[in-house]
Nanobody, 121 residues
């Protein structure tokens, strides 16, 4: 089982980025997927989550209306579209997977990627 993130980078305030998470080694449709982020000196925060069965989504309050989590039809990719980026969005972003319903609690997830850095200035 492997999760590989990409798409991070440096953008100006108000800009957009799309993060991608390539999954392999499991049938993703049995797993809920989520994006987390962690800034230096801060705890890991759940940003967006996507349910395995019903496709329901959860977002942290700061992401609502700006970020969108989605998946492609093949089941191999999960995305996080981030618009209207702010400096406080600067962090390492991680893709994660868990069985069962989606949530934004990091301790519930047991498959993690290595992260991709997002810097907003």
């Amino acid at each position: 089982v492997q999760l590989v993130e990409s798409g991070g980078g440096s953008v100006q305030t108000g800009g957009s980025l799309r993060l991608s998470c390539a999954t392999s080694g499991f049938t993703y449709t049995r797993y809920s997927m989520a994006w987390f982020r962690q800034a230096p000196g801060k705890k890991r925060e759940g940003v967006a989550a996507l349910g395995a069965i019903d496709g329901r989504t959860d977002y942290t309050d700061s992401a609502k209306g700006r970020f969108t989590i989605s998946q492609d039809s093949s089941g191999d990719m999960v995305y996080l579209q981030m618009n209207s980026l702010k400096p406080e969005d600067t962090a390492m972003y991680y893709c994660a997977a868990k069985s069962g319903p989606q949530c934004l609690t990091s301790l519930k997830y047991y498959r993690w990627g290595q992260g991709t850095q997002v810097t907003v200035s």
